[in-house]
């Protein structure tokens, strides 16, 4: 049993701790009140929405949260939110901790049954706020980094960008429909709550990006298809049923194929460059997708920046090559006008028919003809009268 965290006048947090180095593994285990150990250089924003989603009450990072080269978003929005951030000098911790252990945080120290941990820098909120517009001031490094990666993935992997991938035959049937594709992004929970009339009108194929997938049954659907390396989809999205497709990398390996593999279930492997969102974009383009509505994917270059990896210039050469078939959700709730269906008209006819009876009940003239109507049809139905 895990006790609560507390914060003490001084300011001094305890909590159990939680371990993973992987920020998106870690928060499906994260509980509310623990505090959070993860090794996430450069913590972006979605991974920080993750952790405050979670309710984590602090954050220990084994490496530099703040980035030296783009304004990243996710240290800013952990401390805007409340929540203890300290980036610690080496993972150490993560061989002293183990899960559940009650930690005590004072400033920038970590300390466990009156010993001493670790000693890190403690995230102070001036601090975070300047360096941030700092670094928007000198965005310009990160800009030509990422214009340097982006040229060398038209060059390196051509095979994406002129369609030459060899895709298998799937039972999803995008011909002529649209395609909504959901990734683990920003604000892609509050995009997708928001395209629940298109999606009730439309009937999109439904397609979850690894953890999207999650994020589509949780709001009550079910995904068509699953693409990914299946890291951060949960086996009960796995087993929904869903068309399952391993992203493996270009010389064959697919570690998503082993986890498949042991859960008992069919899939099919696509290698390919790129991210698996990339390659979720490009089935539903080449087979026929009217439309690709994009959920939680970068849209603009802050968001791409923040991203912060290689592979975020393939996300954008994909955007390049389907052109004008693809949208962001944004934009579609924004635009898109759901029909009324029949509940209106129900609701006037209910209304219009309630008003009829009630005049003819205060009408004793109104009664009269009615009495001797309903005399007649019973004679014309053959009734006693």
């Given amino acids: 049993m895990t006790l609560p965290a507390q914060t003490t006048p001084s ?12 920020t998106k593994k870690l928060v499906s285990r994260l509980r509310a009140g623990e505090v959070a150990l993860i090794d996430h250089d450069d913590l972006d924003r979605v991974s920080a929405e993750d952790l405050i989603a979670a309710q984590a009450v602090a954050v220990l990072n084994c490496r530099g949260s703040r980035s030296e080269e783009y304004p990243n978003m996710g ?46 820098t403690l995230q102070m909120p001036e601090l975070v706020r300047a360096d941030n517009e700092q670094r928007r ?11 340097r990666n982006t040229v060398e993935h038209m060059v390196e992997e051509q095979d994406l960008l002129s369609g030459k991938i060899d895709l298998p035959r799937f039972d999803t049937d995008f011909r002529d429909r649209p395609a909504l594709i959901v990734v683990r992004g920003v604000d ?20 979850g990006v690894d953890g999207g997938a999650n994020a589509i049954i949780e709001e009550g659907f079910k995904p068509d298809m699953i693409v990914g390396d299946m890291d951060s989809a949960s086996d009960a999205t796995l087993r929904s049923g869903a068309e ?20 008992a279930l069919d899939h099919k492997v696509v290698p390919a460059p790129g991210t698996s969102q990339d390659v979720a974009m490009l089935i539903a383009g080449e087979k026929g997708a009217s439309l690709i509505v994009s959920v939680g994917s970068q849209f603009n270059l802050v968001e791409f920046l923040d991203k912060n990896r290689r592979g ?16 962001d959700a944004k934009g579609v709730s924004r635009l898109y006008r759901p029909s009324p269906g029949l509940s209106p008209a129900v609701i006037v006819l209910a209304a219009g028919l309630l008003a009829f009876v009630i005049v003819i009940l205060v009408t004793p003239a109104l009664r009269e003809v009615v009495d001797l109507f309903w005399l007649k049809l019973r004679v014309l139905l053959g009734g006693n009268v």
């Fill in 137 to 147: 001031r000198e965005i310009g490094g990160a800009l030509e980094a990422f214009a």
């Fill in 244 to 263: 399952l497709v391993v992203h493996a990398y270009p010389d064959g390996r697919a570690p998503g194929r082993e986890l498949l593999a042991s859960l």
């Fill in 312 to 327: 975020m210039s393939s996300t954008f050469l994909t955007r390049l090559r389907l052109g004008e078939k693809i949208v």
């Fill in 188 to 207: 892609h929970q509050a995009d997708l709550q928001a395209l629940r009339p298109y999606i009730r009108d439309t009937r999109p194929v439904l397609v």
């Fill in 75 to 120: 240290p800013l929005l952990l401390i805007e939110a409340g929540i203890t951030l300290i980036d610690l000098p080496d993972d150490r911790l993560f061989e002293l901790c183990r899960d559940g252990d009650p930690l005590e945080l004072r400033g920038g120290e970590v300390w466990r049954s009156g010993e001493m941990l670790a000693a890190g």
């Fill in 11 to 22: 300011g001094t947090i305890r909590g159990p701790v939680r371990c993973g180095r992987k």
